[in-house]
């Protein structure tokens, strides 16, 4: 009777066991399912983060230039997702149901708007496009904050009114652009632009996209890596270019480039005939190339304010210039913008490299870059004409013909109503872009004199931070007059200013090369009217040095009202004093 009792207690508690293991593989078996099914073929990358709720099961399938793989590409192999062709089908009606992306920084997939039901997912890679010219030296966009775009050059954005084309042409349209395909092309004068987008709207976009301009925060173009081969060792002290009739004979040329990546080594000619990598590529981390700004800076805020306050910052067209800012305000307003990619106020041999560039075959080539003449400092925006109007302009006065010769008309220099100049979604505009379409870079001359971080050091070679206590940077340091800035802000690190040690306004020897200054040379004076002489640098571009007495920073570009002296190898001098000068960011990858 107890042995009984003990089969039939027995027999219960191996019938428990047994249908508590059946559970337990039942439910290990569907996680097993769900899990292979999920992250298929993946063991090292996080396929899906947090993207999909209530997700139901969802296959991947993986196929690289054509073919089908068990695992998706590693990083380092220079692919990305063909979005065009990747897609996800709802295997219970046949219907496509998500949009896929691929996040490149993380390196996983981003579905939006996927089905509850079984879905599978085709995934697409292919080669990421690099041109081969440039040797290596391709946009970086590790970050994943840049988003790679093209504009049309015969439509407008959707969301842009016009008010101010009386000729009814249009451009400047952006679309999110596929990076396996050839969306830029510098062997035909089409460098590489990027965005960056406000936050929380990235995910409405995939490639082929417009992008609305009105959740663009900032455009910027991709500078490569390049050596160039130094056409004149820049040494003059003194205006010795050779004037005829009051004119400097003309000197500019192509500059002769050549792409190189930082792995290639460095070459450090100093000679005329001789190769060297530009600067602007080695003082950081000796990198790659650099994203400029493609516009003057401008703010949401009023854009007089000297304040730090960098998320204020939009670099976009038809907005006004941040004006009004010290030097010191205007860098670290730049620093703050986006340290991951070491932002910074732009170095005046890194306007060197971009003005070299826009003077090489991959540029406009030997052409001058068309004034911004628009008297409210709009960016983006070009003169009709050029020679422009304007206070050093035409008509073009010699020394013969100069009694009476007066070149200034305030009535009809600016751009006041669209009559004398149009906005950059014109296709015009391009007359003042550095490659001659929409894929440069505008307001390098004139809209306002640029702040570049080029500066002169004492004889004893202190940075001067200043004229005097009313014209000054905003950054502690010693004064020209002796005296000393205690109260302001510290100066950055060396590598983010170019330090000159220029001791009068024709030493012009004093270069950087590079730095698109003494290389310009011969210099010699223009005549333009019976009270207008001004020193001139290429294309009559104005050039005026550092004066050790005078003011210690450099202006790059010339103002609006310029004239012929505005451009993008003008440069001169200020104290450092608060004015209506404007500037411009550049980023180090």
């Not at 219907?95 to 579905?111: A, H, M, Y």
């Not at 040797?135 to 009114?161: C, F, H, M, Q, Y």
Request: with cysteine; aromatic share 14%; hydrophobic share 30%.
């Amino acid at each position: 009777m107890k042995l009984e009792k003990f089969k039939e207690v027995n027999r219960k508690k191996i019938g428990i066991i047994l249908f508590t293991i059946t559970c337990i593989l039942l439910i290990s078996g569907v996680i097993l399912y769900r899990t292979f099914a999920i992250f298929q073929a993946n063991e090292t990358q996080n396929m899906i983060e947090g993207t999909v709720q209530d997700m139901g099961d969802v296959e991947f399938a993986f196929y690289i230039d054509g073919s089908l793989s068990k695992t998706v590409p590693d990083k380092k192999e220079d692919y990305s997702l063909d979005t065009s062709a990747s897609k996800c089908i709802d295997m219970t009606t046949g219907n496509q149901t998500s949009n896929v992306n691929w996040d490149n920084e993380n390196w996983e997939v981003r579905l939006k708007n996927i089905s509850t039901t079984k879905t599978k997912c085709y995934l697409y890679f292919k080669k990421i496009y690099k041109e081969e010219i440039l040797n290596g030296a391709i946009p970086d966009l590790e970050n994943g904050r840049l988003i790679p775009v093209t504009i049309s050059d015969n439509e407008k954005p959707s969301d842009v009114t016009e008010y101010s084309n009386t000729e009814n042409k249009y451009g400047g349209k952006v679309y999110k652009a596929d990076i396996t395909s050839n969306w830029y092309k510098y062997e035909d004068h089409i460098w590489a632009n990027a965005i960056i987008l406000k936050d929380g709207v990235a995910d409405n976009y995939t490639p082929g996209d417009e992008i609305k301009e009105k959740d663009i925060e900032s455009y910027f173009v991709w500078i490569p890596r390049y050596k160039y081969e130094i056409f004149n060792e820049g040494i003059y002290n003194s205006l010795d270019a050779n004037v005829v009739n009051g004119r400097i004979e003309s000197k500019s040329q192509i500059i002769n480039i050549q792409f190189e990546n930082k792995n290639n080594g460095i070459s450090t000619g100093s000679t005329k005939g001789s190769w060297l990598t530009h600067p602007a590529f080695t003082s950081f981390n000796n990198n790659n190339g650099f994203w400029v700004g493609k516009f003057e800076t401008g703010a949401t805020i009023d854009s007089n304010y000297n304040i730090r306050k960098a998320d204020a910052i939009q670099i976009k067209p038809n907005v006004k210039s941040w004006i009004t800012i010290n030097i010191a305000n205007a860098f670290y307003n730049s620093y703050d913008y986006l340290r991951e990619l070491d932002s910074h106020l732009i170095k005046n041999t890194e306007w060197g490299a971009i003005a070299y560039l826009q003077h090489s075959k991959f540029g406009s080539g030997n052409v001058s870059v068309r004034l911004n003449n628009n008297s409210n400092f709009i960016t983006g925006y070009s003169a009709k004409e050029e020679p422009t109007v304007g206070f050093y302009a035409i008509p073009r006065c010699t020394t013969s013909n100069i009694s009476g010769c007066n070149a200034y008309d305030n009535d009809v220099y600016q751009n006041k109503d669209g009559t004398y100049g149009v906005s950059y979604y014109n296709p015009s505009s391009v007359a003042a872009s550095t490659t001659g379409n929409y894929y440069g870079i505008y307001d390098m001359a004139g809209n306002t004199s640029e702040i570049v971080m080029g500066v002169n050091s004492s004889p004893s070679n202190e940075v001067y931070v200043g004229k005097d206590t009313n014209n000054n940077s905003g950054f502690n340091g010693t004064l020209i007059n002796g005296s000393k800035i205690n109260d302001g802000i510290a100066l950055p690190e060396s590598k983010y200013y170019d330090i000159y040690s220029f001791r009068n306004s024709y030493e012009f020897s004093k270069r950087i090369l590079g730095d698109a200054i003494g290389e310009m040379g011969p210099f010699g004076n223009n005549v333009y009217s019976s009270y207008n002489v001004a020193s001139c640098s290429w294309h009559d571009d104005g050039a005026t040095l550092l004066n050790g007495s005078s003011g210690p920073w450099l202006l790059r570009g010339g103002d609006d009202i310029g004239g012929l002296t505005s451009g993008i190898f003008s440069f001169t001098y200020h104290t450092g004093k608060v004015y209506s000068y404007g500037f411009r960011i550049i980023l180090t990858p």
